[in-house]
């Protein structure tokens, strides 16, 4: 019978993150039990914030430990269903790991329609499009004629907070970090302008870049780029927290950024965390809207896309070291 | 013809405050202009607030200058009016500055009654009880049950702020520099529980003190005691930033608390800036409900005097030093 393959973490990793963290190994195929469906796994993501979920009890993810499965989300196929909900020949978005094989309760899975691109129900219909949905709209709230700012702008997230901000009517600013990036989202994307964080003269850049102050900054990267922003706002300014892409890949995070509280009293800023889950309820609604405006061209996802499982470690190291555009993801 | 006596700024202080930062001098009796009052300093008030004026332009109150008059706010008596709507021996709050005599164009004064007690009208009923009700309620959002905590608990805003609190159902916990501090909270104005940042123990113990976390943090000083009180945040808990007073009397402030934005995803927690001058519209109401609670026994204001114009200076030093409960009032 067939072995199952998969990803475990082989070493909890202390400072950069290297393919060498990981190892394959074989395993015997899962069975799938009373309403339970088996899964073949089709396309994985990876997220930068899955790299704080390997510094233990750090991330909301809860705790890894090496020699385990290498958790995350992906696209598969049900290839044995043994719960009457899911027909076997499926195709399901699920929590399936790093492995080609997994099984799930039933109500574990969300049906994908027939035909449905991997990498679209990954991206810009999974948890990267939801995320930017939902912070930018529920919690920076944009009003046309604003001013959006988001940083890792090229990333899975960043590049469609600062679509669906056009879209809203805002002049948007990305910040990512390197320069091609930076054309790609002016370019391709429709970015009103995008600075490199790296750039020797990012701040008078960035200063040149957002005239009226920011009304609204998507942040995830914390750190040095939100510190910048927080000098940045607008009275009345709205950050959105998403993640922290600046202190993952690291065992010794930075001291916070300058200026918090005394700008956010200066400016009544407001700042807030968010995550994705919390606005489950509302998905259906984000996903409609979402289809809609890729169908009508006014969203375009971008995916970074590597081949086979035991490329999923590279493509980690890569998407951390800032060398992947849009979302990650891994076909097997 | 009687003089004037002033307190001018004599240097703008580089590290901890000295009343050497300030002189006397006498001038020219000050003359009321049609439209204008001529008024007499019953009394003033100082707050940490205006430490932060004199570092230049970190602050919204504007750039300072040496040689110049010290602001400040005061109740004062209209010793000659040439404006209708304010009669000569009226009581009224204005920003006075540290002078004896000041004058003003009648719509930048306001009517008192007539027997108001000066140290209510500066404390309670004046920026600092606003300030205390609009951070609190609009900004933090209390709900009944909800564990509020306080830094500078014992000032002239955060003593206000615990006590609308425990009005509003709330468990109170004050963050205070001195054990004294922290017991007059507990056994005169009704906190649940208080702790000094000073003690050596202070983490243990604020941690006892919050076992539910904390669901809503309002922040006077900034610094290390928010980032400790970031890390005891509740699940979807509100900070209401009101001012940095860690920060003011130094040239050399800190980083910014760790924990920022991290900390603010993995909670889902909002950091907000206010300023009480965007309530303005509002003023009245918030005066009428603490007027009320005042009279029922349910908010007791403190106040620390001092008297005489020429202790300003020293009393701004005590009060930066830590050594002032409640607000620092100067009669004169």
């Known amino acids: 019978m067939a072995e199952n ?9 202390t400072g950069a993150l290297a393919s060498s963290d990981f190892e ?3 395993a015997p195929m899962p069975e799938a039990a009373d309403g339970e469906v088996l899964c073949r796994t089709v396309a994985l993501t990876i997220g930068a914030g899955q790299r704080a979920g390997l510094q233990g009890s750090a991330s909301y993810a809860g705790a ?4 385990r499965l290498m958790g995350g989300s992906g696209v598969a196929e049900v290839v044995e269903s043994r719960a009457d909900s899911i027909p076997t020949g499926s195709l399901v978005s699920a929590p399936t790991g790093w492995q080609a094989f997994s099984t799930h309760a039933a109500r574990h899975v969300h049906l994908l329609d027939a035909g449905t691109d991997p990498a679209t129900a990954l991206g810009v ?7 930017a949905y939902f912070g930018l709209l529920e919690v920076g709230r944009p009003q046309p004629g604003n001013t959006v700012v988001v940083s890792a702008a090229a990333g899975s997230v960043g590049h469609i907070v600062g679509q669906i901000a056009k879209i809203h009517g805002c002049r948007v600013v990305g910040i990512a970090g390197a320069d091609d990036k930076c054309r790609m989202l002016v370019d391709e994307l429709g970015f009103d302008d995008a600075v490199s964080y790296k750039d020797p003269e990012f701040r008078s850049k960035f200063k040149d870049a957002t005239p009226d102050r920011i009304d609204v900054y998507f ?7 939100l510190e910048s922003a927080l000098f940045r706002m607008a009275q009345g300014g ?4 998403c993640g922290v892409v600046s202190q993952y890949d690291t065992s010794t995070p930075g001291p916070g950024p300058r200026g918090v509280p005394g700008l956010l009293v200066n400016n009544r800023v407001r700042m807030e965390g968010f995550l994705v889950f919390d606005f489950a309820d509302r998905y259906e609604q984000a996903r409609r809207d979402m289809s809609q405006w890729v169908a009508d061209g006014s969203l375009k996802p971008k995916v ?5 499982l035991e490329e999923a470690p590279q493509a980690f190291v890569e998407l951390l070291a800032g060398r992947t555009v849009g979302t990650t993801v891994v076909t097997i």
Do not use: K, W, Y
């Open 5 to 13: 393959r998969q990803v475990l973490i082989a070493s909890l990793p």
């Open 24 to 26: 394959m190994r074989s």
């Open 64 to 67: 890894p430990e090496a020699g």
């Open 125 to 131: 219909l999974g948890t990267n499009g939801l995320t």
């Open 219 to 225: 942040d995830n990267t914390g750190g040095p780029v």
């Open 238 to 241: 709205r950050i959105a927290c």
């Open 304 to 308: 970074t896309e590597f081949h086979g």
